[in-house]
């Protein structure tokens, strides 16, 4: 959250807050939007323009990869114990 916050507000178009670091609860809510793959890219590139730091590009595509490498085992964990079960 440290890591963004308060750089997004130097854009100065009319997005809304969820788009933002500011806040925790809208920072985990926009972690949770790149991880699911909703729109990530475009949040990716407004914090690239926002900082103008390349290592931005970085940290967008480790929290990708990396969630959505959890998402996939917390699926197949479950699935695996549901057949398991049954």
Do not use: K, P
Request: hydrophobic share 55%; net charge negative.
């Amino acid at each position: 959250m440290s890591l963004f916050a308060g750089s997004l507000i130097a854009l100065g178009d009319d997005r809304s807050g969820r788009w933002r670091y500011d806040q925790f609860h809208w920072a985990a809510i926009n972690v949770f939007m790149v991880i699911s793959g909703d729109s990530w890219n475009e949040v990716m590139y407004d914090t690239v323009r926002a900082t103008g730091d390349m290592w931005t590009v970085v940290y967008y595509v480790v929290v990708v990869c990396f969630g959505t490498f959890v998402i996939l085992n917390i699926f197949v964990a479950i699935l695996l114990s549901r057949m398991g079960s049954a």
